[in-house]
């Protein structure tokens, strides 16, 4: 099937092609070519493609045809399985935006937050339900919530569900459920535990992969800077502050170098905000609804982020520390360059993440290319003169590499909210801050 041809072309009922007209789409995307005629025929279907290709439209705009086509039911009907409070968030309101139109109601559930309240949402009746499995689980052992109406069945990121240990959770959720349904699974890789999983509860699924189902979408271009560990603050402000961005998602591995890295940037004068488990989930819904509306400038995340996470025209994605697991790099970087939009990926590598680089390498098929520092004049990017990585020389401070004099970390601006200097808006250094200067900052 053709990608030219416009999503009327695809068999979707007219109140949902409105609104899918109404939200900016015209065309759909390889994976909801192929996958949308498939689900509405109402057969079992294995679905795998780039993250950031539209895989919820894929699974969305057939199950609420299908739905619409159905006597009306205060009763589940459909029921979609995700890891993560976030992307139960994100998919409830990929229902809600193309459902618009119809008398369809959704709902979603997730753990970190009041049971009492969803309870409440579900009593008036839902048609589809959005959930994680832990929260799930639970409500069914409470008898809250019965599936005895369930015609269809998805697993969203069932890769990463089983990664989360939720095996036992969608085994259970599976026996409560009709043996009679529809059942839909998306992931990003068809691995064995997939396959397996695919075996126990699907019947003779339709297959459908994509290219590459472990590299990132053509449209974001990935590189990476050899640096050492103890500079990789430095460096990070100083890309930030010269590079002008203004929208950067930066990945780390774990909830204290998130609330560090986004107080080191604080001090820095960067508008920046952590997000991680440990945060309340209101805490974390208005921080990503801040970031979206450029409230600040950087979000710092864990990959509690990296899935779920759908932020328009998100043109940077950091790696401050490489992920351990390859598939997550794929899904990190993912939230750039979506739906045909361009997006860059930029990683700084440490000499002891050397494996992990040569594991995400062979994982997307492709090397990354390598980066020296730019340097930033007037905003605008020159060569720079040094292509080494920064040493581990520490307590002496290295030359300007444009200069060749000591490097001066510059520091200008009104005074932020926590006291430390901002730079004013639009401006940048003309000089190199000292990155190479190896310091040590305070603890």
Known sequence: MSNNLPFSALGLDELLIQAVNEAGYQNPTPIQAKAIPMALTGRDLMASAQTGTGKTASFTLPILHRLAQMRASKAIRALVLVPTRELAIQVDNSFQTYGKHTAIKTAAVYGGVDIDDQLQVLKAGVDVLVATPGRLVDMINR??????????????????????????????????????????????????????????FMRHPVKIELENPNSAANTVSQSFYPVDQQDKPEILSYLIHGGRWQKVLVFVRTKKAANKVAELLAEDGINAQAIHSDKSQ??????????????????????????????????????????????????????????????????????????????????????????????????????????????????????????????????????????????????APKKRPAVFSGKKRKS
């Open 143 to 200: 008898k809250h919530i019965q599936l005895d109406s369930l015609r269809i069945l998805v697993l969203d990121e069932a890769d990463r569900m089983l990664d989360l240990g939720f095996r036992d959770d969608i085994q259970r959720i599976v026996q409560n459920a009709p043996t009679k349904r529809q059942n839909l699974l998306f992931s990003a890789t068809f691995s064995k535990d997939i396959k397996q999983l695919a075996h126990d």
């Open 282 to 427: 209101y805490l974390r819904i208005r921080t990503l609804e801040d970031f979206k509306d450029n409230y600040f400038d950087v979000l710092v995340a864990t990959d509690v982020a990296a899935r779920g996470l759908d932020i328009e025209q998100l043109p940077l994605v950091i790696n401050y520390d490489l992920p351990k697991v390859p598939q997550d790099y794929v899904h990190r970087i993912g939230r750039t360059g979506r739906a045909g939009q361009k997006g860059r990926a930029i990683s700084l590598v440490n000499p002891e993440e050397k494996k992990l680089l040569a594991g995400i390498q062979q994982l997307i098929k492709k090397p990354l290319e390598i980066e020296p520092l730019p340097y930033f004049e007037d905003g605008e990017v020159r060569p720079a003169e040094i292509e080494e990585p920064v040493s581990k020389t520490r307590n002496k401070r290295k030359p300007d590499l444009k200069t060749g004099k000591p490097a001066i970390k510059q520091r200008s601006g009104n005074k932020s909210r926590n006291g430390s200097t901002r730079k004013p808006s639009g401006t």
